[in-house]
């Protein structure tokens, strides 16, 4: 019987995720269409561009989920799953204090690590956790029902767990089990139609509505699946066009001269859906909720630590001056990133702002050449490749959260007294969560190395923009 790879079951679980989305929520269906719209477009006007952020085939069928749990068990069985399909646990995003408003979650993306990986499918999932001990949001007794709740549930069935330990211990799955797996996978990430304890729901949905999303139900799912476009700006206004208004703007880093940087996202509201309500009589109604909804990405370079810092202050730097000066804070935000960033990447390399990969296209020896890599890279004799950020923006994801609230929430005055970071994720979990600048600079460092071997030099013999 054939052996199905994890890369394999890595596409397939995207795609079959996707279809199950689409049915249950058809606006996806039409953002997916104007995405492909877009990108088709774009190819065709810069057909020189387009492939700089990764195969238009990549593109096509790359995108993200987003999935909430309840408690670190449950992020750990998470885990297993995605680990089947060749899936890590990459940073670790707080967004308990998260401005406009705080959301009661710690969270982590699952996604390839590997170049190749990526390229083969770079499917990704933003999987955010409840934080129950969090005294800003939750009273000790309030907690204590919330994990007892939530103890008492299943997410993922034994027999899907099983499979998934199965995957990666043998590398992927037979035929059978593979198609087993992905059914059981989609069943688990699939709308229940269990009636929902509207007092329970409701008495959550006052602090939070992402609470009760997490902990007023009984299983999980998809929150949002979202493509990649290459035209951000052209997609916003292209939705627009047929009627879906999306929020008020574009999260992330304006629209700028000179290449696009990190992530930036935007997305809709969903229609509500239609819902089974268990009512403090024992009845059963439908009612409707509106927690899901549509999102759309553009990706730019992965930035180094110091052109991060340069995002974060800038970020701020528009904030404040939006506010006090009380112009349109896109303006602003251009106005901006024009004295920030510099407009090509050669500069980007020179003041280490951004990863790339090189690659050998002269035939001279080293010793005609000169040592500093910015300086190889200027005469011609080193194409650079920008490394795609493959990561989430804490502050942005924190701006999609809370553009998708239905309430306000209340957050108390108390002492958060849950201190949550990677380290102690990682424990809970029982695999490393990773940190992207690592990979970045790793990805950097062994493309690097792969030049010097062809040249019969030494890293340490070039003069390198971040040492
Ligand atoms: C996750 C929100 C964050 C993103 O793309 O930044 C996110 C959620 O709503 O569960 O998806
Ligand atoms: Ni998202």
């Not at 997410?155 to 211990?169: M, R």
């Not at 476009?229 to 999306?246: H, K, P």
């Not at 001269?257 to 009589?281: I, Y």
């Not at 695999?431 to 040249?455: K, M």
Request: hydrophobic share 40%; proline share 6%; glycine share 6%.
């Amino acid at each position: 019987m054939s052996h199905v790879t994890q890369t394999e079951l890595r596409k397939r679980l995207s795609r079959v995720l996707s279809e199950l989305y689409g049915e249950e929520v058809p606006a996806y269906n039409m953002l997916v269409d104007v995405a492909q719209e877009v990108n088709q477009d774009y190819q065709r006007q810069h057909p020189e561009q387009a492939e700089l952020f990764g195969s238009l085939e990549r593109v096509t069928a790359e995108r993200h989920g987003a999935i909430r749990v309840g408690s670190p068990e449950e992020l750990s069985q998470a885990a297993r799953i995605f680990g089947a399909v060749g899936m890590y646990s990459v940073n670790f995003y707080d967004l308990r204090d998260a401005k406009p408003k705080p959301i009661p979650v710690v969270s982590t993306a699952f996604r390839p690590i590997d170049r190749h990986e990526l390229a083969e499918n770079p499917f990704r999932v933003f999987t955010s956790m409840l934080v129950p001990e969090d005294r800003r949001f939750f009273t000790l007794e309030l907690e204590q029902r919330l994990k007892e709740y939530i103890s008492q549930r299943t997410l993922f069935s034994d027999e899907l767990l099983a499979l998934a330990d199965l995957s990666v211990a043998g590398k992927g799955l037979p035929e059978e089990q593979a198609q087993r797996f992905l059914t059981l996978a989609a069943s688990a990430f699939a709308l229940s139609s269990e009636p929902v304890d509207r007092k329970w729901y409701e008495e959550l949905e006052s602090i939070s509505s992402v609470a009760a999303d997490i902990g007023g139900v009984s299983t999980t799912h998809i929150n949002h699946l979202t493509p990649r476009v290459l035209n951000i700006d052209e997609l916003y206004s292209r939705m627009e066009a047929r009627g879906i208004s999306m929020i008020d703007s574009i999260q992330g880093p304006p629209k700028c001269e000179g290449p696009d940087v990190l992530l930036r996202q935007t997305s809709f509201r969903a229609l509500s859906e239609p819902r089974m309500f268990k009512e403090a009589d024992g009845s059963v109604c439908e009612g409707a909720l509106q927690v899901r909804f549509g999102e759309v990405e553009a990706r730019g370079i992965a930035l180094t630590p110091t052109g991060r810092a340069v995002y974060d202050s800038s970020m701020a730097e528009v904030d404040a001056e939006s506010a006090q000066s009380r112009r349109d804070r896109a303006d602003v935000a251009q106005e901006i990133w024009a004295q920030r960033f510099p407009r090509t990447e050669a500069e980007f390399l020179q003041k280490d702002l951004g990863y790339f990969t090189f690659e050998l296209v002269s035939e001279r020896p080293a010793s005609d050449m000169p040592s500093q890599l910015i300086d190889m890279v200027s005469e011609g004799h080193i194409r650079i490749e920008p490394i795609v950020y493959e990561d989430f923006l804490p502050q942005s994801a924190a701006g999609i959260f809370a553009s998708n609230l239905s309430g306000d929430g209340n957050v108390r005055d108390a002492q958060g007294d849950a201190p949550r970071d990677a380290a102690w994720m990682s424990g809970r979990i029982g695999t490393p969560v990773l940190d992207s600048f690592e990979i970045y600079a790793q990805e950097r460092a062994s493309s690097l190395a792969r030049v010097c071997q062809q040249l019969g030099i030494q890293p340490e013999d070039l003069t390198l923009p971040w040492m």
